[in-house]
């Protein structure tokens, strides 16, 4: 009956119920077999994408653009399976049977039986048009069009061709055969038949699925993306970027935002950031922290260097030289009050990281986003490393209380802006008492 017991048997339930999808799967449809799948590109996602379907017995075609890049695709592949086996993940006989389900193509010629195509290929709007076109040539008419897009909008990625109904959004998240997580978009021409396949598809493979509707960043990222920026901002105010990590990380989180960001790699968080900006200019921050981390040779962890030095282990370091390049975002930035560096408890700190997170849930809510708040609980905890043991975003929001956010967001707001400002939905939560946690959506818009 422990607050943490509380929170870890709704997180039990949580995940067993995103399955279940208003309008969707009370229809009596029945998941049509897949028997093979075919993946574009093989890149780290790509890859670990392959992996996770023949690991659990679904043969895969990789098609890549030319021999070396197939080649280190299907190498990519081959050291997933090893390092399965190594920590005794597999025996020998599965071992070999997950390593004779992969095969490699330059032709699409060669997808002309597969029952379901998972394009995973970078996030370039036209080179993905241009895919989806090819495939709807080449592929059989029953096959699931696929991408695993984290953040385009699906109706521009489905643009150029006729069969819209099978596109479908297939977000894994890295690496795909390991994290359990699968966030599958549906636009307003995806069948419903589609979206029943595809949530078997993730049982088979064992994935934990969520279904979002279509939106720039869907429900993961969109939800995620107020996190990162709010951490850059108070950067900008003077707080410590190691300070903020460590704050992060004593509340639960595996890493903070900043040696996260060291992990994924900048030239990744620009591209999505100007598509966040885009689209919602009026609740994101523009920091110059990473463009001048770029400038100085910084890469994270790929040149081990970035917010942290990286040693041999990948053991990450604090770096003293990094005050140059923060003190100058500062400087750009000029949002110091007073010229001073912002007070702040760790407490705040955690708050003005997590809040604006569940402010952007509860649009995702109001805009039917999300078919129900448990669904995003699961999002943040299996996606994001949120500490299963609080419940999840929304359940852990509801134990501090929406008025309690819903007036910090107001307060911040009046010095930050509008990045901080308390959307409607939370508001009319807020001034009603009602939990956040209840909200289930009846799946019209879905």
């Known amino acids: 009956m422990s607050p943490t017991g509380k929170a870890l048997v709704h997180f039990f339930f949580a995940q067993r119920s995103t399955s279940k999808v208003p309008g969707v799967t009370d229809l009596g449809l029945k998941p049509r077999q897949v028997k093979k799948v075919a993946i574009v590109g ?41 390092n399965r086996a190594k920590r005794g993940g597999l025996s020998k006989e599965k071992h070999s049977k997950a390593l004779s389900l992969i095969n490699g193509t330059l032709d699409y010629k060669d997808f002309k039986d597969v029952d379901l195509v998972i394009e995973a290929v970078i996030e370039s709007i036209p080179l993905k048009q241009q895919i989806f076109v090819d495939l709807e040539k080449y592929c059989p008419s029953h096959c699931i069009l696929a991408t695993n897009t984290s953040t385009i909008d699906l109706n521009l990625v489905a643009e150029k061709i006729h069969s819209k109904d099978r596109v479908i959004g297939a977000h894994f998240f890295s690496p795909a055969h390991v994290m359990a997580l699968l966030e599958i978009v549906r636009f307003e021409k995806t069948s419903a038949q589609v979206i029943v396949d ?68 900048y030239e990744v968080s620009l591209s999505v950031a100007e598509q966040f900006v885009k689209a919602y200019p009026d609740r994101t921050y523009r920091s110059k922290l990473t463009q001048l981390l770029i400038q100085d040779n910084r890469l994270g962890e790929k040149n081990k260097r970035g917010f942290y030095l990286y040693d041999a282990k990948r053991r990450a370091i604090p770096d003293p030289e990094l005050n140059k390049i923060v003190n100058e975002s500062r400087r750009l930035a000029n949002i110091m009050p007073h010229g001073k560096p912002l007070e702040i408890s760790d407490k705040e700190i955690v708050e003005r990281l997590f809040f604006p997170v569940v402010n952007e849930a509860c649009r995702l809510l109001d805009e039917e986003i999300a078919v129900k708040a448990s669904d995003l609980d699961i999002t943040h905890v299996l996606g994001f490393g949120f500490p299963a043991y609080r419940g999840g975003i929304l359940f852990w929001a509801d134990t501090v209380g929406a008025a309690y956010i819903c007036g910090k967001l107001m307060e911040w707001s009046k010095t930050q802006g509008s990045f901080y400002k308390p959307c409607a939905f939370l508001e009319e939560r807020a001034r009603k008492g009602l939990p956040l946690e209840s909200v289930i959506n009846a799946g019209s818009r879905l």
Do not use: W
């Open 198 to 265: 595809l949530l078997n598809i993730a049982k088979i493979i064992k994935k934990v699925p969520i279904v979002a509707r279509n939106c720039t960043g869907f429900a993961a990222n969109r939800m995620f993306f107020p996190y990162t920026h709010s951490a850059h901002m108070l950067v900008d105010l003077g707080v410590d970027v190691y300070r903020i990590d460590k704050a992060i990380t004593a509340f639960g989180m595996p890493m903070g935002p900043f040696r996260l960001a060291d992990l994924v790699g």
């Open 42 to 82: 093989g890149g780290l996602m790509g890859s670990g994408i392959a992996t996770a379907f023949v690991l659990n017995n679904i043969p895969v075609v990789l098609k890549e653009l030319n021999e070396n890049f197939l080649q280190q695709g299907l190498n990519r592949i081959k050291g997933n399976i090893d």
